[in-house]
């Protein structure tokens, strides 16, 4: 079973065609050949990019010496408007304070204590599916536009986890609908990402981007405002915005200030909503494609209760499975990009200082040489041995080494809880002629959306 997969584009082509290519979608500019390349080599006339796909490089570049690679400032560039100076696109000591902060909020028993939230979300995107499907109409099967169902679940995650409301909260319905125009307007790489600009030069977003990103920001501000007087006040819920807010530093003894905590904010409702909102999309997408499954799924599934347990979570094998199956072929982030510091070699070629280091989650957990049948839809594989030893060397869809997802544990309880109630409920089908096709906007995502068939179970 293949699911689609963009089509590449020829070896060589002109920068300007390139360029064009990139902003529209980064995933179709790229040629064919990077699915079997260790290393490729992009020249352009203002810097040179190295995409890398060598397992120990990536080792090298992202677990052994990190800080000789940080974070490109030219991802930033597109992203800033939104996110400040959020931990997402700060590098060195910066970063370090805001990881030490954010940390403590996602360890182990903290996500125990955020899972009776997570479980409310789920049942309401149970609600809000069978609304969409036959509802309204009080037919008994409909067509349902998947994807943006995913979101309105992922949003609605975020929102009970991080400020104990619901996504029909007033503010949370507002940031949720502006979003959805946000992330349509921006591109992952603006052209600021491409030319070398001086700080005060404009960096060119579009007006709809910095609308939406301003009146994103200003209702952030809203909710981060109304809960430190709830702190003050010492009537503030427990939840993942109370203990970042009131979590000092241990090494300096300080805490987010209130434009801190706005940029922090920004970044956990795009990190934590769009990303898990991808995976699931293509999750019911998938297991749409393959009915077998789909059913051992929902047989799986249909042991939890009403209200399951956090310990419930460890029971659903196949259908974590299945999710990091998802999360193999459609990886939300599609490509992570560092600079080195310092001159480097990389398998026997020169890396000048300063250029781009490009590790593509896409095409590693796709490289025709580090994994069987890479195309294919096979959650069964990751119990075997040859899966594995894949997912030691080609595996990274929360990055990897210090600088990995925060939220990584979080996601995959999520994830996985959401897609077996969802599955338990529900049969999705696929609607012929009406395969989606993934693009890369902020991560990846279908060009025109994912409609399934949904019936009850």
Request: hydrophobic letters at 45%.
């Amino acid at each position: 079973m293949h699911p689609p997969k963009p089509p590449a584009r020829a070896d060589r082509v002109s920068l300007l065609t390139y360029l064009r290519l990139f902003r529209r979608d980064i995933l179709s500019a790229q040629p064919a050949r990077l699915y079997r390349a260790w290393m490729a080599e992009f020249r352009t006339p203002f810097f040179r990019s190295y995409m890398v796909n060598d397992p120990a490089l990536i080792r090298l570049v992202l677990n052994e010496r990190p800080d000789d690679f940080p974070k490109s400032d030219r991802v930033g560039e597109g992203l800033r408007v939104l996110l400040g100076q959020s931990v997402f696109v700060t590098n060195g000591e910066t970063w370090k304070r805001q990881r030490r902060i954010i940390d403590p909020a996602f360890e182990g028993g903290r996500l125990k204590e955020t899972f009776p939230a997570m479980v409310a979300a789920a049942q309401a995107a149970v609600a809000r599916m069978a609304a969409s499907a036959w509802g309204s109409a009080g037919a008994t099967a409909g067509m349902v536009e998947v994807e943006e169902q995913a979101s309105h679940a992922a949003a609605d995650v975020i929102f009970r986890t991080l400020f104990s409301i619901p996504i029909e909260h007033e503010i949370a319905s507002a940031v949720f609908q502006e979003f959805r125009r946000y992330q349509r307007s921006q591109p992952i790489l603006n052209l600021a990402a491409f030319l070398p600009l001086p700080r005060w030069m404009p960096r060119f977003h579009r007006r709809a981007t910095r609308a939406s990103a301003a009146a994103i920001r200003a209702l952030i501000t809203r909710l981060t405002e109304a809960r430190a007087a709830e702190i003050a006040a010492g009537t503030a819920p427990d939840d993942l915005a109370t203990k970042i807010m009131t979590t000092r530093d241990p090494v300096t003894g300080q805490g987010f200030t209130p434009a801190e905590m706005v940029d922090q904010v920004a970044i956990f409702f795009l990190a934590g909503h769009e990303t898990s909102a991808s995976a699931l999309g293509w999750a019911l997408y998938l297991l749409a494609l393959d009915p077998a499954i789909q059913d051992r799924v929902a047989q799986e599934a249909a042991a939890l209760g009403d209200a399951p347990e956090f310990s419930d979570v460890n029971r659903l094998r196949l259908t974590r499975d299945v999710f990091r199956e998802t999360l193999r072929l459609y990886p939300p982030v599609p490509m992570l990009v560092r600079e080195n510091r310092c001159p480097e070699e990389f398998r026997g070629r020169k890396v000048a200082k300063g250029a781009q280091v490009v590790l593509s989650p896409w095409h590693l957990h796709r490289h025709e040489r580090l994994w069987a049948e890479p195309d294919a839809f096979d959650p069964d594989r990751w119990g075997g041995e040859a899966a594995r030893v894949s997912a030691r060397e080609a595996y990274m869809p929360f990055s990897a080494g210090p600088r990995v997802c925060t939220g990584a544990g979080f996601a995959m309880v999520e994830g996985v809880l959401l897609l077996a109630m969802l599955v338990r409920a529900f049969r999705f089908g696929r609607i012929a002629g009406a395969d989606p096709m993934p693009v890369a906007h902020l991560t990846v995502r279908a060009k025109d959306g994912i409609r399934l068939k949904v019936t009850p179970r």
